[in-house]
Nanobody, 126 residues
Framework: QVQLVESGGGLVQAGGSLRLSCAAS????????MGWFRQAPGKEREFVAGISWSGGITYYADSVQGRFTISRDNSKNTVYLQMSSLKPEDAAVYYC???????????????????WGQGTQVTVSS
């Protein structure tokens, strides 16, 4: 069992930056592919970014490519999402998720992830 706890959300002006963190419990964190998803009101949960267990593979949604950076520190059991040049359309609840089955791919669908955090709200004012 893995527990994930997100933090770092908040209110930011358009063009600003935020860094989200996701702290994981469990000794097997370093083996898992990790992903960030987001869900805005009335919309489906969508993939934002993912990172392989080693950090050697990262993948981004087109909408955030070049603005967001995912990283991880396995010694701290933590994955990060650095968000820059934020836009009002980035506003959503952001979730981190763990995929214990993938090794060399980053899944982009929620169904590929087994463990989920409770989410952290990101609000972007225009």
């Amino acid at each position: 069992q893995v527990q994930l706890v997100e933090s770092g959300g908040g209110l930011v002006q358009a063009g600003g930056s935020l860094r989200l963190s996701c702290a994981a419990s469990g000794r097997t964190f370093s083996r898992y592919t990790m992903g960030w998803f987001r869900q805005a009101p009335g919309k489906e949960r969508e993939f934002v970014a993912g990172i392989s267990w080693s950090g050697g593979i990262t993948y981004y949604a087109d909408s955030v490519q070049g603005r967001f950076t995912i990283s991880r520190d396995n010694s701290k059991n933590t994955v990060y999402l650095q968000m820059s040049s934020l836009k009002p359309e980035d506003a959503a609840v952001y979730y981190c998720a763990a995929d214990p089955l993938s090794t060399k791919v980053v899944r982009t669908t929620p169904s590929g992830y087994v463990y989920w955090g409770q989410g952290t709200q990101v609000t972007v004012s225009s």
